[in-house]
């Protein structure tokens, strides 16, 4: 079977088509929350969510923050399911997230929420799904099936979901039309795959590594260290740029794996400073970047291929770092469908 | 020079103490500033901190949550200082968490809810620190001077300040009484020393690591990973069980170590659960915890000398995280007190 033939490739390169559907279909339905949701005036926001879901999250908690001025907290199942200890929620915005709107943690907290009058948002790819029946509003990813355990067609959707709520709540309309930039953005990137599959043959021995991202693309440092995780079983730490230097920044000797974010905008300096200390450290640096002195910094550079806005670029980024992972797990002779341990929908409680 | 007299095991060795003056001094102080915060009654909380604060903040999320239906959101920084999009702050309690009290992106997050109308509290070892002037309220540390590097005293002081707010909130007298049972229970596990010394030597070689917890021990696994990274330069990740098994347990594959966190409580059987599963997996277990069942299972048990009620026990799994990751440090022929490329101080944006 060629490498194209995998359910991972396909549904890596399904994201511009899916990107539009959730554009084309979601656009209206959210503008119809959002008006509803603002009229509530939540004080802050709950999302609940796990795995590539609550990456999604973390990037919802910038672009919440930067848009409308709220407050994300990631939620905490163990009080709901575990301790029994549900926290109040009844001024806030709650955001369940899970692909197959199976998870029973998740699917806890919107249900406790929703109990006690919060208004409460489910974003998944099964609109049957008992997520789905658990919320008041369901938005959903049009991704298709995803057959591939590690998530990447659902998690850019999710990614969608959030920017169209944000920019509504926000009713920044210049910010919606930006949107429609990301289908074509993530094409280009997609073209980027025989390059990445060069790059990726030089960490066929990589055992651990640690991805750096600030802002935006903190979630991308999370969601790119979980596909390395998943697909090729390195150990990939991911870290904001600024707690990585309250300690962990020991691990790096010469010849450590960074793997840094770094698009332009503006925590581009932040992380641009963090790139020329590792260098010094002699640390072995990938570098993801619109920015020409950020990719000189590195060892291996990975450019992106259209400058998007720094909120969007949490499209961009990723893209490029799902075609690295898909091509590193070849290189590795793993089975890029079949990671080992993992099924497709993980319950927890 | 012996090792007993470095910093690092003074500073550990210190903690009975430390935490007996916490509990003395402060409780009058955080039972006036609880009446105070009750009648204020916020929505929820947000807390600023980094490093080693930012783990005790997590044991916070759980306590407040457990204690008084508060959801605690760990603060965004960046959108304070990078993107200067603070978002609306009133109606929340504010904490910021500095050892030092210096670190600018924390101050800058309390100063800014301070001016906001929020009511702000700083927690902090020096009382004349930017911290401490930014903030309405102040508790201290009583740590002394922390001369070490990684934080040790000053982590399970936290703790303890977290603690006495938590249940002065709750007015939960008999929680109250509980706290004092925490200096002599952690004097018990700096007598397991010479064990875990011994225990230690066989991690000579260890390069990467998982530890795991959750609940209120969420927050150990954040910070004996930290502890590892800073002083014994191993990639050692933090998890909690269920976002372990949403992916990152892919990685685990015959011999690799994982440090779980198993105490008698709530989330007790779900942990002890995944204990069984990578026992399966063939997973080189080292287990904390004082449950035969679980102690059975690892290739390394470590037993808590002292059985403390669930939310109490990360003062004692933690102590005994510091006396392992000290002992590995002298293993590896590491120096304690110097860890490479780290200061005390960190100053991030």
């Not at 919802?60 to 163990?78: I, R």
């Not at 930039?181 to 021995?205: I, T």
């Not at 490029?320 to 079949?338: N, R």
Request: glycine share 6%; proline share 6%.
């Amino acid at each position: 079977m060629g490498h194209q033939e995998t359910h991972l490739y396909r549904e890596i390169h399904a994201q511009p088509t899916v990107l539009a559907n959730v554009l084309r279909v979601e656009a209206p339905r959210v503008a119809r929350i959002a008006r509803y949701v603002r009229k509530r005036a939540p004080c802050y926001v709950v999302i609940a969510a796990r795995g590539s879901s609550d990456n999604a999250a973390l990037y919802a908690k910038y672009l919440f923050g930067t848009t409308v001025g709220w407050t994300v907290a990631l939620a905490t199942p163990s009080l709901f399911t575990l301790y029994r200890r549900p926290p109040r929620l009844a001024d806030a915005l709650v955001i369940g997230i899970s692909q197959s709107g199976q998870s029973t943690d998740i699917v806890s907290v919107v249900r406790e929420a929703r109990q006690q009058g919060a208004f409460t948002l489910g974003v998944t790819n099964d609109p049957r799904s008992p997520l789905a029946e658990a919320a008041e509003e369901v938005i959903c990813l049009h991704a298709g099936e995803e057959r591939s355990i590690a998530a990447t067609k659902t998690y850019t959707a999710q990614l969608m979901v959030m920017a169209l709520l944000a920019v509504h709540l926000a009713e920044a309309s210049s910010m919606v039309e930006a949107l429609h930039r990301v289908p074509d953005a993530v094409q280009a990137c997609l073209q980027q795959g025989n390059h990445l599959r060069q790059v990726a043959e030089r960490y066929r021995y990589m055992h651990t590594c640690v991805v750096i991202g600030r802002g935006f693309n903190y979630a991308t440092a999370y969601e790119l260290a979980l596909k390395l995780k998943e697909l090729t079983y390195v150990v990939a730490e991911p870290y904001s740029s600024a707690d990585f230097q309250h300690g962990p920044i020991a691990v790096v000797a010469d010849g450590f794996p960074v793997f840094l974010l770094a698009p332009q905008g503006t925590v581009h300096p932040e992380i641009h400073a963090l790139g020329e200390r590792l260098h010094a450290r002699g640390a072995e640096l990938v570098i993801f970047s619109d920015v020409e002195a950020s990719l000189a910094l590195a060892r291996v550079p990975v450019r992106l291929p259209v400058s998007l806005p720094e909120w969007l670029s949490p499209f961009t980024t990723i893209v490029l770092g799902q075609l690295f992972t898909y091509y590193l797990t070849l290189a590795k002779d793993y089975d890029p469908d079949h990671p080992r341990g993992l099924t497709k929908v993980t319950q927890t409680l």
